[in-house]
């Protein structure tokens, strides 16, 4: 430091500071209840363990109750009170309390009583702020019961201090309270906050004048157990949490003081349970309810529970953490991962045994949360190796555990992960006496990747395209060639093969990671997408090994009889090309993936079509044929893609002819010039509408003009005579006698 350097002192403005310290601290305005009703606790504390004259029949107690004409909240105890000098200097003295320096009294003298008390840093008054504009206090200490102090201050630099009148030992606090905090002067609101944070407490808490108590029934941890067997403890928190907490909780662990490595003991109390059941990222637990010396410091505390027991929550009350100045949170210190690793140790104890002496109980609790375990089992030893035989898995064969599935197929486990395809998938492995886990969940692969290290077993991944599903078959005199030229004429490579079921003519198989790549491709020729994306996303396409067919390949089962007798056929009979269009449309929609919803509209129409072609119906009577149908665009030379999008885009001939070729060609991803020339070749085969009758609007026709088809008979102008406010019907009927 240079000599010429000055030492300044740092100004701090007072009334600033109160102001920012009680409008800040808190997150919310019923934390300031909470504060208040801990200072009450703390003196009637400090009365029981100060004033001897308290030590046989002193009943403590606290009142709470709304004054709603005036405005005003009070808080009464029959505490210990303050004298003139302690107002001084701990009431009126931001950052110091009297509850802190008696704890740390007692704690030295050994005695357990400093653990109930819960005041920490001297600043619960500042909360008062928050909710009033106006705080005064009138207190009366058991030192000088024969006089009385008020102290009011409207949180600024300055209080008043005088003389006042009081019956008894203790402190009345009363809030003038502020018009964004008036719902607290709400009786039930005043009972749900406080009920909320402190019902835990040992003192009384009496809402309003001879009103109810709202902590009248303790938690079993706070009662004399004496020397109750394990059994009846374990009733007791049962029934506790049951009629407190969940209904339906599965499991309930009564928690035991934690016992640190380096030596000590930390009291630890609590409840933890398992409940009926969770859902993985919408419904998960792994929290907890934690108390700090009986006072609820957060109700949602994820960091306490081990990271895998997301199935698991609670309440845990604990005198020796230590909450963060706001006490809405806890710091994360040596205390706080002891308790962490003794609460991990206890839960881990508690499930072993329920594994061993109540098998049906574990059994359920792994079944409910069955996904989520799995999760997070692979990030532990401890529960994976509890829970591997119990978790289940959907199959070929229904929902199996491992030690079930490995009784279908002993020595190894196979399993498809594919997004899409799984019917098919599993129906061709089922045909080879297979069974299969359907391992697309969360978790699954992983899980049965850890289940294959641990203990031995081999894990391996199916895809419909494994080698030893198809048989190649050779196609020794050319019969074949017509069925495979049809193929490639609709667009499709295809190869001969043979394989189970024989019940199957066709199915299509794609490469892994085609259906990715399919909408990979979809984005970057979409032109509405930004060219940046569409840059990253065709970079993206260049970096992927080049796949074999990756539109899918066509496997034909040489050995189907249906297949064999279209092939007999040949090309030259009617039959060929309409069961040849039903064969490869049902094996697209089988394939269960590389086709949107609306090509598989369009694969049912060619259906259709075709169908009707072999049996000799009209699909067409009674049919609008100004209506665009996909199996006609396609039979004009548009992929069954761009044709299910097209009529989606323009449902009429109407739509299609009023349409831009070459902004509907960019939007559909389709060539202008053969886009031109289907629409001109639609038009010429399309009939004229025919006329309307006056006053009568077809239901294209109602499209157009925003109108449903039902409306059919209106006044053809909207100033028409009655056609405000006149009933529908009366109006069909005038038009109709008009003419």
Request: aromatic content about 8%; hydrophobic content about 40%.
């Amino acid at each position: 430091m240079s000599d010429d350097s000055e030492i300044l002192p740092v100004e701090i403005h007072l009334p600033g500071l109160l102001k920012l310290l009680g409008e800040s601290l808190y997150s919310t305005p019923r934390v300031a209840l909470r504060e208040l009703a801990q200072n009450a606790h703390d003196s009637c504390v400090r009365r029981r363990e100060e004033d001897p004259a308290a030590a046989s029949d002193y009943a403590p107690a606290i009142q709470i109750w709304a004054d709603r004409e005036a405005r005003q909240l009070f808080i009464e105890d029959n505490g210990s009170g303050l004298t003139r000098d302690e107002i001084t200097v701990f009431l009126a003295t931001v950052g110091r309390g009297y509850t802190s320096e008696l704890r740390s009294r007692l704690g030295a003298g050994g005695r357990d009583e400093a653990l109930e008390l819960i005041g920490f840093f001297g600043l619960g008054l500042l909360s008062a702020f928050m909710i009033a504009q106006r705080v005064q206090i009138t207190t009366c200490s058991y030192q000088t019961p024969a006089e009385a102090w008020r102290w009011v201050s409207e949180g600024g630099q300055s209080y008043a201090l005088r003389r006042a009148t009081r019956q008894s030992v203790g402190t009345t606090v009363q809030l003038d309270v502020r018009d964004d905090a008036l719902f607290l002067l709400d009786t039930g609101a005043l009972a749900d906050t406080l009920r909320r944070y402190a019902e835990l407490l040992p003192v009384p808490i009496t809402i309003g004048k001879g009103g109810e108590v709202i902590n009248a029934q303790p938690a079993p941890w706070m009662l004399e157990e004496g020397d109750q067997n394990d059994h009846a403890r374990a009733v007791r928190y049962a029934a506790w949490v049951r009629e407190r907490l969940d209904p339906n909780a599965l499991a309930i662990l009564p928690l035991d003081d934690a016992h640190p490595a380096d030596g000590g003991v930390i009291p630890l109390r609590g409840a933890l349970y398992v409940p009926e059941r969770s859902i993985i990222s919408i419904r998960e637990y792994g929290d907890v309810a934690v108390y700090v010396r009986r006072m609820l410091i957060t109700e949602r505390e994820r960091d306490l529970l081990p990271d895998w027991a997301r199935f698991v929550t609670g309440v845990i009350e604990c005198p020796l953490l230590n909450p963060t100045a706001s006490r809405e949170t806890l710091r994360h210190d040596e205390i706080f991962d002891a308790v962490r690793e003794s609460v991990a140790a206890q839960l881990l104890a508690f499930f072993e045994r329920l594994a061993t002496d109540a098998p049906l109980d574990w059994e359920a609790v792994v079944h409910a949360h069955n996904d989520l375990i799995k999760g997070w089992a692979v990030r532990s030893y401890d529960l994976f190796t509890r829970v591997a035989d119990l978790v289940t898995f959907r199959t070929s064969r229904g929902e199996l555990t491992i030690p079930d599935y490995l009784r279908e197929n002993p020595g190894r486990i196979f399993y498809y992960d594919e997004e899409d395809g799984l019917a098919q998938a599993l129906t061709l492995f089922e045909a080879r006496r297979l069974a299969v886990i359907d391992a697309r969940w969360f978790a699954d692969v992983a899980f049965l990747k850890r289940y294959g290290e641990l203990y031995g077993t081999q894990i391996e991944q199916l895809a419909p395209g494994a080698g030893f599903i198809f048989t190649p078959f050779t196609d020794t005199d050319g019969s074949w060639r017509p069925v495979l030229d049809a193929c490639a004429a609709e667009g499709l490579s295809a190869r001969l093969v043979t394989f189970q079921p024989e019940s199957l003519p066709a199915i299509i198989v794609y490469p892994p990671g085609a259906e990715r790549m399919r909408r990979a491709r979809q984005v970057a020729e979409r032109p509405t997408v930004a060219s940046p994306i569409r840059r990253l996303v065709r970079d993206y396409i260049a970096r992927q090994p080049e796949n074999e067919a990756p539109e899918g390949m066509l496997h034909l089962n040489a050995l189907n009889p249906l297949l064999r007798r279209v092939r007999d056929y040949g090309p030259q009979r009617p039959e060929f090309a309409p069961l040849m269009t039903i064969l490869i449309a049902n094996a697209r929609v089988f394939a269960g993936q590389g086709i949107s919803a609306q090509e598989t509209i369009a694969c049912f129409d060619r259906i259709n079509a075709a169908l009707a072609g072999l049996t000799g119906l009209d699909m067409g009577a009674g049919a609008d044929p100004r209506l665009l149908s996909a199996p006609a665009l396609i039979d004009l030379g548009l992929r069954p893609d761009i044709a299910a999008r097209l009529c989606a885009r323009c449902p009429s001939v109407d739509d299609l002819l009023a349409a831009d070729v070459n902004a509907l060609a960019e939007e559909l991803g389709a060539s202008p010039l053969l886009l031109a020339t289907v629409r001109e070749e639609i038009s010429r085969q399309t009939p004229p509408p025919p006329p309307s009758p006056r006053g009568v609007i077809t239901p294209l026709e109602g499209r157009r003009r925003g109108r449903e088809p039902g409306d059919e008979r209106i006044p053809e102008r909207a100033g028409d005579e009655g056609a405000k406010g006149m009933n529908p019907t009366d109006g069909a009927r005038r038009s109709s006698d008009g003419e």
